[in-house]
Every structure is written in structure tokens, then in C-alpha cells.
């Protein structure tokens, strides 16, 4: 997608220097644009757990390029071993969303075959650019189906805007390019469909008022930003037609954790009969797990971010300031789950199904699952 007209990615190999990885820092945006350099497997461990980098699908991939940076600098004592370690470390940087851990997992499984450092070096930065661009092909497939939702709306409403709420950042900065929950979006503006997106603000870190606001005003996408807990009224007076939102981890029986608030704006659109939507890639999928609200690891983040807020001064200076009584107890709960049974579909890159384990599957009957056959066969 574009920055100021030009065309980004999130993530890159640095173009005259392939041991480096470029990231836009996250942190930053909407008040600045910079671009940070990965060297190391440790760089990516910190961008990954200070959020220069984040999203489900970006911090995968991040994760990837990171298992590269390990080969290539990380180089003391047998290289087998120190690619194991290198992976049980980046998996630890963030832990809900699975993607990091599944991307991880697919380069340690082929780089293992590799029969030296040096061809594992190569094969390593084959396989993350084949990650990135897998990504991307999902995601771009994402939007083609979601489109197809938001077009059939379209006509139901003669033409008129379709409205849509989107809850934190699931646009193309969480992922590479397109987005998850933004791509159908993307698609529908790119058509021609009138759209209008409302944009949850998504405290504490403001993903939806700094992040999401500022990819939809870089594409032109007419949206609102609007406090987290607006959703519910807009729904009751018929002024959403749509939610999409995005995944960190799908369960093999369609509970899906995304940011915190999601849960609630599902609540919501269930009482107003609102369509609910998940758009992820089959890289947010846990086919190991079956009940989401269990067994997901839900993040806690630090209290700074529920205390203190940062934006920009009138006079252009970026400020962090204190908005919580001096001395109060915060709790920082990154993400929540939503039962399968208040999502409408889930709009993946082989198309849209039931959130449920019978749908799930059938779209993706090769999957590998951690549950055994037995326990499947009873859904
Ligand atoms: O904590 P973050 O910003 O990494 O959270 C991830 C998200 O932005 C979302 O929950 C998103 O909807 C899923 S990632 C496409």
C-alpha cells in the first residue's frame, strides 16, 4: 500500500545490504515516518516485543527474518543448535499471536536438512521472502473474498455507503500489504463500492486512532475514528452495516483472540443482528486448540500504557502524558476472545466459512492438528 504515494511494504530486505532487515517503526506513525534496521536475531526480538513492529501476520514474519539474522550472526558452537535456541527465543517475544510461532517453526523444520551454515544461511533468507510473500498473496485473497461480502451489501443499499467497523489495526501495517480485515475494504474502494469505515480508537495503545486512520487516509478510504465504547450505539441506530475485524489466534473451532474490545463489539453486533466477520490468513489458525477462551495466552502488557497516553502537541512535540489517578491500580489485558458463536464468518485466504471446526476444516482439510483424530470426530 502507499506512504505518501509510494509504495510499502512492512518489512524488507535492506536493497544494498541483504544481512539487514528494514522495518517502519510502528511506534512512531501517525506523527512520524522511520524506517529501523534489523541486524540480529535480537533486534528482531525487540522489535517484536517493543512493537517497532506488530500484527499477527508482520510479527510471523518478523520472526522469520529473525531466524536468518540468527545464522548469520550467531555463529559461536554447532549452528543446529544455536537455530534451536535462536527459535525458542523469537517465539518468546510476543504470546498470543501464533503466527510468530508457526513461521518460526517452518523455517527450523527446513533449514534443519540444511547440511551446512552457509546453505542455511541461503535457504534461510529464500524461505522468509517466500513467508513475506505468502503473506501477502493471502492477504490480497482475503480481500478479493471479503469484497464480495461488501459488494452484496452495496446493492442491498442501492449504492449508499456500506459502513464498517473495524476494531484496532488489522490494515496492511499489521500485516505486510493489503491487511487482513482492511483488505476487502481495499478492494471494495478500489472498485468503485462506496464505503465508510468506523474506526475503534483501541485503547490503550490507540491502534485504530493512529494506525488504521492513518493507512485509510493514506489510500483515501473515507472513515471516523470513534471511542471504543461508541460501537454499540452506532449498531442499535443502524449505522453499521459490517464488522470486520481481524485474528492473533483462531482456534480449530473458530474462537478467535484479537485485541481487547473485539469481544465486546461482538456482543454488540449479535444483539443488532449485525453481520461479524474475522478476516485472517490460515497462518493465524491454532489447530491445536479447541476452546479459546481457555486455553489462548492472553497477553498482559505493561500498566504505563492504560496510565499514561502519548500523542502531539500543538507545537508539533510528541508527548507522553499521565491520564490515570496517581497511585490506581491498572491492568493491561492485550486481547480477549470471541466464541464462535457471535461470529458471523471468517474470511480467509481459501474463501469465507463458518466459524466452526467442520467448516474450518473443510477449507483446510490438510492442515496438521495437535488434536488427535478421536477428538475431532465428536464436533
Ligand atoms: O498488539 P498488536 O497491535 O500486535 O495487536 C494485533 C492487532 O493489531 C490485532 O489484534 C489485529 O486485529 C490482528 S493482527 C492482523
Redesign the pocket.
Known sequence: MHVDGKNFHTIWVHPENNQVIQVIDQRKLPFEFEIVDLKTAADAFDAIQN?TV????L?GVTGAYGIYLGLLNDTVGDWKEILIKDAEYLRGA?PT?INLAILIDEMVSVLLGCPTLESACELALEEAERLKRREIDWSEAIGEYGCELIEAISKMKNGEPVNILT????GWL??IDW???TAPIYKAFLKGIPVHVWVDETRP?N?GARLTAWELAQEGVPHTVIPDNAGGHLMQHGMVDLCI????RTTSTGDVA??IG?YLKALAAFDNIIPFYVA?PSSTIDFTMRDGVREIPI?QRDGEEVSHMEGELENGQIAKMRIVNPGSAVANY??DVTPAKYITGLITERGVCEANPADIYKLFPDSKSGCDLKSRSDY
Open positions: 512493537m506488530r500484527g499477527a501476520p510479527i510476543r499471536a476494531h484496532c489495526n488489522a499489521a500485516c491487511g487482513t480485515a495503545r491502534q475485524v481481524g485474528s492473533d484479537n485485541k473485539t485472517l497477553e492485550g486481547f
